[in-house]
């Protein structure tokens, strides 16, 4: 039911640079300004105003999402699914970066 990737798969995807797709950082903005992908397909959404801002997230382009260690990343795609928005969950985090 939820898709996941590999950050090795991840990072593969991320080097062609004609993919296109969004990636979600679901950290706080602290954890984001410490470390974070630099590429403008990478945005930080923080997990607490992720269905806030849910108009900031398309639905015709893969989304990934990522955390620090995938908690908050699962939790995430679970809150966008109950609004039908499928995604896939980065396996691992920020940690495996």
Not at 63 to 71: F, G, I, N, R
């Amino acid at each position: 039911m939820f898709q996941s990737i590999t950050m090795v798969d991840f990072k593969k995807l991320l080097s062609d640079k004609s993919q296109k797709f969004l990636m979600i950082d679901v950290r706080t903005k602290e954890e984001w300004n410490n470390k974070h992908i630099n590429d403008t397909r990478v945005i930080n959404i923080e997990l607490n105003t992720l269905l806030k801002d849910i108009s900031k997230i398309p639905t015709d382009i893969p989304v990934y999402l990522v955390c620090e260690s995938s908690q908050r990343s699962g939790y995430a795609q679970m809150m966008l699914f109950t609004k039908g928005i499928k995604t896939i969950n980065i396996k691992g985090g920020m940690s495996n970066y």
